[in-house]
């Protein structure tokens, strides 16, 4: 059974920093490409930024270019959502996922964590 848990989510002062990690299990961690999304009250869910199965390769969002950056582990089944200069629109529920390498979907999702910047 595959699992992602979130964690590191929780209140900061804007211009702040938060680190969102997320530990897989029950998958070929280092097979799949990892992404982190984030969910803002009545908006979509969108991508904020992945990372490629190796690490080598990191794409992002143009509103958090600069200011997050994401890592993996491997060894340690974990990515990582380094959040920096924090504002009140980066608030919303972070979400970590995973899709195969070969694919173009995120089929595992983890359950998400709050985030909330305080203006």
């Known amino acids: 059974q595959v699992q992602l848990v979130e964690s590191g989510g929780g209140l900061v002062q804007a211009g702040g920093s938060l680190r969102l990690s997320c530990a897989a299990s029950g998958l070929p961690f280092s097979s799949y490409d990892m992404g982190w999304f984030r969910q803002a009250p009545g908006k979509e869910r969108v991508l904020v930024g992945a990372?490629?199965?190796?690490?080598?390769?990191?794409v992002y969002v143009d509103s958090v270019k600069g200011r997050f950056a994401i890592s993996r582990d491997n060894a340690k089944n974990s990515v990582y959502l380094q959040m920096n200069s924090l504002k009140a629109e980066d608030t919303a529920v972070y979400y970590c996922?995973?899709?195969?390498?070969?694919?173009?979907?995120?089929?595992?999702w983890g359950q998400g964590t709050q985030v909330t910047v305080s203006s």
């Open positions: 990372i490629n199965w190796i690490g080598g390769s990191t």
């Open positions: 996922a995973a899709k195969s390498s070969r694919a173009s979907n995120y089929v595992y």
